[in-house]
């Protein structure tokens, strides 16, 4: 029978114990449940609530437990319900009597939320280091390729000439608005639901303040039932999850583009690709294309639990189980996504000769083009009507903007010379764009210091 089970005359049936169990899962969180009942304990010992003597055995059993399961020598089966019973069980058979005493003044319903915090808690802080890694490669690609050009597209048509190192930087804005969401989403769930018990706090003479310190939490947290019912943080964690996992999709998709015969910007190393069971000659981009799959893995796991609480009424509700597996797999999900795609960016070289051989299509320099007849005096309005016949001339006489005569131009619009139009190559509108934030070279360097001072002062 288990601990809760005096009540009872009956023990569950099997297939209701598997159905309710979420050992084979939340045992991952056996250091932060045992980090919390020592906590809780010694916090217990200051109020006399337990003598020192018991808190001593206590914790010393449940350090046995913590090394006997880290080593392999226990294991969980669904007669241990969860974590925590599995755990309490253990030290009861350790320890004897002394044992039942470490449930005094708290209920699984803080115990649980105060593990899911732990866990969540050190998870974050490796997520963001992951991410600093990557965006450590990120501006190491920038300013290697700083002053390289590259296509600049919108509806996935030429636009604008750019550098490939304002392409990195424009995701490494990306990453960095990603640090800082869960930067904010570990401040907003730095606080110690413990001693909360079942929903109403406690008649014993705890200090939730002491514990809270004890564990590393900013606070306890204010209100005993919206402690044991709160979700919040980790619906936060899974929306920070899935707007990253968004940008590494997005990225992994133009991956899936540059590697493919079409575009051939890009050479991802062996080690990142796979080949065809059928067709010896692929090479295929299959890790950008699992992460770009990946993507709707995560945003599942936010829409389960999003689904899950909309129905949950005060305080504490069963269904509160379904937090951990979704949570869990983004958690996998997001690190090993950002340790693939860190480590085939970081391999990746881009083939700058078959880049070169597409700057010359689509008239890329036209809006550069038509702002410069906007400094010499004519509306940009009426500049962008006299480019776009330029554009159309040119795909009449087969040749680019600059190529275009004097005669052509002054076809066009008398107003119009090579004299007036200047220097309008490719390289010049690049250098020419040095607007805060544009993609001169200038500019992506400074963009690149200005990353690395902000990662500096991060760590």
């Known amino acids: 029978m288990a601990l809760w089970g005096g009540r009872f005359k009956k023990d569950m049936d099997e297939i209701v114990k598997e159905f309710n169990a979420s050992i084979l899962f939340d045992k991952r969180m056996f250091n932060d449940d045992i980090d919390g009942s020592i906590a ?40 241990d319900e969860d974590i925590h019973m599995g755990i309490e069980s253990r030290l009861i058979a350790e320890i004897g009597d002394t044992g039942k005493k470490l449930h005094t003044a708290r209920s699984r319903n803080d115990q649980c939320q105060v593990d899911a915090r732990l866990y969540l808690k050190n998870e974050i802080l490796a997520i963001i280091d992951e991410l600093v890694r990557f965006e450590q490669i990120i501006l190491e690609k920038a300013e290697k390729y700083a002053s390289s050009i590259t296509v600049g597209f919108t509806h996935i048509q030429h636009a604008q000439p750019i550098t490939l190192g304002f392409v990195f930087m424009a995701y490494f804005q990306m990453f960095r608005r990603d640090i800082d969401r869960l930067q904010d989403t570990y401040r907003r769930m730095d606080f110690c639901p413990l ?41 936060e964690f899974l929306s920070d999850a899935s707007i990253s996992m968004m940008h590494l999709s997005r990225w992994a998709e133009e991956f899936v583009w540059w590697n493919s015969s079409e575009f051939a910007y890009i050479a991802i190393d062996d080690s990142y690709c796979t080949g065809s069971s059928i067709m010896p000659q692929k090479k295929n981009p299959d890790m950008a294309e699992l992460i770009r799959g990946k993507c709707g893995r995560v945003y599942g796991d936010l829409m389960q639990l999003l689904t899950m609480m909309k129905g949950t009424p005060l305080a504490y509700n069963k269904d509160f189980q379904e937090d951990k597996e979704g949570l869990f797999d983004a958690v996998d999900t997001w690190k090993i996504c950002l340790q693939i795609f860190s480590g085939m960016l970081e391999k990746t070289e881009f083939r700058m000769d078959r880049i070169g051989e597409q700057l010359d299509k689509g008239f890329l320099n036209a809006t550069d083009v038509a702002e410069h007849l906007a400094v010499e005096g004519i509306p940009f309005r009426e ?74 002062e991060l760590k």
């Open 40 to 79: 809780h304990v010694t916090m217990l010992a200051a109020q006399g609530i337990v003598t020192d003597e018991e808190c001593g055995r206590i914790i010393g059993g449940l350090e046995k437990i913590r090394s006997d399961i880290a080593k392999g020598r226990v294991a969980f089966t669904v007669e």
């Open 195 to 235: 001693g909360s018990c079942a929903l109403a706090g406690t008649t014993l003479p705890i200090d939730r303040q002491k514990t809270s310190d004890l564990l590393g939490f900013a606070a306890p947290t204010e209100n005993a039932m919206d402690s044991v019912s709160d979700r919040d943080y980790i619906l």
């Open 383 to 456: 500049a962008h009507n006299i480019v776009g016949r330029m554009v159309k001339a040119c795909e009449d006489k087969g040749c680019m903007l600059e190529e275009l005569t004097d005669a052509d131009l002054e076809a066009i619009d008398e107003r119009l010379s090579k004299d007036l139009l200047g220097d309008i190559s490719i390289r010049a509108c690049v250098e020419a764009r040095n607007s805060f934030g544009g993609t001169a070279p200038t500019e992506v360097m400074r963009q690149i210091e200005a990353g690395r001072k902000w990662l500096e």
